[in-house]
C-alpha cells in the first residue's frame, strides 16, 4: 500500500499534521470548500511566490493562514499591500477576522513541491527533461536529503504515444511509517500537452528501523551521560587532604 497511497496521508497522526486543522461536523462541505477556494486563491494570487503549502487553522470567529514560501518577500510585497489585499479577500469570502503569517521555506532543495515545480519550469523552457531532473535530484541530495525519486509522464520529448519514466538516487522506503517522505506534484504546460511531475524525497528517518539502531542510541546517550557526570564531578577540597594526611602521619608516630 506504500505505492499506491499518498504518503502523507499514510502517515497523518504518526509524524505528519494535518494542513487544515478545526472542528465543525455541522459544517463539514461548506468549510472544505472554503480551504479549497482559499488556497486556489493563494496559488492564483502568488503563482511566482514558490508556494509549497497552506496551513489553515480556525477558531470561532477567527480563522488564522500559514503561507510556507521559499519567497516570503514575494508574499508580504512591498509595505506589506499584497498581504493585505490577501487578508481582505479571505475575510469577505469567509466572514471570519482573518490573521496571516508567512514562514519561509529554508532549504527550497528538500521540499518536493518545490521541486517537482522547478523541474516542470525547465521542461516548459525546453530543457531536457532528464537534465532537469539528474540536475535536481544532485541538488536534493547534496542539500542533505538520504533519497529521491521522481517520476514523469506524457510525451516526453515530443514522442507521439505519452509514456511514463521513473528516476531514483538513494532510498526512499515508502511503506515505513517513521521516514520523514515529502511529496508533491505538478504539471508542466508545454506545445506538446501537459506532462506530469511527482516528486518524492527521504529526509530522514525519526525512529529507530531496527532493535540494533534502538540500542545503538540507547549507549551513545549512556556514553554522553557517564561523560558529562565524570566532567561534572567536583574535585575534593585540598585543606580536607591535608588535615587527613596529618591526622594519618600522627597516628602512626603514636604506634611507634
Known sequence: MGQKIHPKAIRLGYIQDWQSRWFAPDKMPELIKEDFEIRRM???K????????????????????????ARPGVVIGRRGVDIENLRQDVESLTGRKVFINVAEIKVAELDARLVAE??????EKRVSYKRAIKRSMEKTISSGAKGIKVMVAG???????????????GRVPLQTLSADIDYGFTEAMTMMGKIGVKVWIFKKLFFAKTPRDLMEQLKKLETESAGQGIAGKTPPDRKEDESVLKKDSDDNNSRG
Open 118 to 123: 522547478s523541474i516542470a519550469i525547465q521542461i
Open 46 to 69: 502568488f503563482h511566482l511566490a514558490t508556494v509549497s503549502w497552506v496551513d489553515i487553522e480556525r477558531a470561532g470567529s477567527y480563522l488564522k493562514l500559514t503561507i510556507h514560501t
Open 155 to 169: 510525451r516526453l520529448g515530443g514522442i507521439e504515444i505519452a509514456r511514463r519514466e521513473w528516476f531514483r538516487k
Open 42 to 44: 493563494v496559488k492564483e
